[in-house]
């Protein structure tokens, strides 16, 4: 078992690596960008990169607090649900309805891997190697497929 303090300092020794590993890296635009604190510039929008001692995810996350607007952003998300799958080059599980850590209504499109342990150092390449690719290909989906969502800003 591990302390709080132990949990604190190892969650964020992976997430200072990882942002470290993924500093060098452009944006799908050719940009900088801060991969760790992904900007969609959208309100109640995110990209989210999420881990603990039993698994990991990473998705989109809309957490409008009016549900027939959540409904509406993810409608349009299944309106462009293929070129989410061209970049990402993988199908993603898709909820309408769920509930935060708080237990807040949101909606997400996410992956998952199972088991994996965020406090294993050892670990640590998995997942590098399952976040990376996968918030690239957000990335890019997100350089063109932000548009269908002018009329929703």
Same mark, same amino acid.
């Given at each position: ?19 470290q590993?993924?500093?060098?890296? +452009?944006s799908? $635009?050719?940009?900088p ?7 969609t ?5 995110? *990209?989210r990169l ?5 698994? &990991? ?5 809309l957490?409008? +607090? ?10 349009? *998300?299944?309106?462009v ?18 509930? $935060? &850590? ?10 998952e ?5 965020? *406090? $294993?150092?050892e ?5 590098i190697?399952?976040f990376? +690719?996968?918030?690239? &290909?957000?990335?890019? *989906? ?12």
């Open positions: 078992m591990y302390s709080k303090t132990e949990i604190t300092q190892l969650r964020q020794a992976f997430w200072t690596t990882f942002g590993y993924m500093q060098p890296v +452009p799908a $635009d050719g940009g960008i801060n991969w760790i604190n992904y900007k510039g959208l309100k109640h929008v995110y *990209f999420q881990a603990d001692n039993r698994h &990991a995810t990473i998705g989109i996350e957490t409008h +607090p009016d549900a027939g607007l959540r409904e509406l952003f993810f409608e349009q *998300f299944r309106e649900r293929p070129l989410l799958e061209e970049a990402t080059e993988e199908t993603w599980t898709w909820e309408a309805y769920a509930l $935060d &850590a708080n237990g807040q209504p949101l909606s997400r499109i996410y992956q891997l199972r088991p994996i342990n965020l *406090f $294993d150092r670990q640590w390449p998995q997942l190697s399952f990376k +690719p996968r918030l690239m &290909a957000l990335d890019a *989906f997100w350089s063109t497929g932000q548009y269908a969502f002018d009329e929703l800003r």
